[in-house]
C-alpha cells in the first residue's frame, strides 16, 4: 500500500496524488482505503512514519568532517533522486497538516539520531563539552536544503563537504558552545 | 491589483486564493485579470517581481557579525510576519511554476545585493580576499530558512544571532576561501 502511494508520488507528484489512484495501483479496495486513511494526508503520513521507522544510523567515519560530509552526501543524494520522492514529501508538508506532522517527526529523530556524531567528536576530543549538538547539526545539514529545496540552484558536488566543513571548523572555534560566549545573543 | 493579491494570499493561502477573489477585492473587471496575469501563479510572479523591483540594501553595522545578524532578523521577521506572506510566497512556489521562477529571481537578486557585506568586511580585514561571498551568505541565512520554513521549529530570539556568529567563525577560520583548502573536495 505505501509502495504505491510512492510510485503515485514519484510519478505524478502531490498534484497528482488521489485516493482512487492509490487504492487501483495497490489493489487495495476504494472503500477500505478511504476507511483506514481518511484522506491524502493520512496516506503520507503513514508513508513518512513508515519510512522513519528502520534501522538508519549516521555515518561512523572516525571524524567529525567526515561524518558531516558523509551525512550531507546522503542528504544531496535523497534530495535529488528521481522519481523526486523525498522532494514531493517535502513540498506535500506544505499541503497537508498530517503530511506536516509528519515530515517533522521523520526530521526530529533523524536529528535526534545524528547527535551521536557529536557525542563521538567530544569523546575523541575534537570538540570541546558542551557542545550544542543540534545546533551543530542544522548549522551542517541547513545550507543543503536550501539549496537543493528554496533556493533550487543547481547542486554542486562540493555543496555536502563544503557544508560540512564550514560547520566542522566553526564548532572548533566554539560556535556551538553550551552556554554561548558572551556577545552570543 | 498586487495589493489585493496579497492581502488574499495573507487572508487565505495559495489555496484559496483564486483570480475570480482577487478581480472581486481588487474592483478589477474579471475578464482583464485572465487576459493579463492567465492565472495564479501569473498573478504571484508578479507581486514578487515587485517586491525586488525596491531599493533594499543589506544592513551596515560595521562588522561582519552584526552585518549577518540583522540581514537574518530581517529573514527571520519576514518569515515570522502575520499575516504570513511571505511564508506563503515560499509554499506557492512548490506549485507554480511561475511563482518558482520569480522567488528564485528575487533570492538570486537579495543574495548578490548582500554580496557588498563581503566586500566590506575584505575592505576591513576582518576576512582574506577571496573570501566566496555567495557560500559566506548562504551559511550565514541557511539555518533561519531551514528551522523557520523547513523544519519548522518554534523560532528562537537567538537563532538569527547564532547563525550569523556561526558563519563569521567559519569565514574567520577560512571556511570561505577561494580556491578551497587542501582536503575540500
Known sequence: MLD?????????GYDGLTMDSVAARS?????????????VGGLLAD????????????????????????????IHDALTAQP????????ASFRSEQADHAQRRLWEDRYARCEVIVRRAVERA??????????????ATAPVYHQLVLLRTPPGPDLPGQAAR???LAAS?????VPPPAGDT
Open 84 to 91: 523526486p520522492i523525498v522532494a514531493a514529501l517535502i513540498a
Open 173 to 177: 572555534a566554539g560556535a556551538f558552545a
Open 126 to 139: 575534537e570538540l570541546p563539552l558542551g557542545t550544542d549538538a543540534r545546533r551543530l547539526l542544522i548549522a
Open 166 to 168: 564550514t560547520a566542522a
Open 27 to 39: 489493489g487495495v479496495h476504494r472503500a477500505t482505503v478511504y476507511r483506514r486513511w481518511g484522506d
Open 47 to 74: 508513508v513518512l512514519d513508515a519510512a522513519g521507522d528502520d534501522a538508519w544510523q549516521p555515518p561512523d567515519t572516525g571524524s567529525l568532517e567526515g561524518d558531516l560530509a558523509a551525512l550531507n552526501r546522503e
Open 4 to 12: 504505491a502511494v510512492l510510485a503515485e508520488l514519484g510519478e505524478r
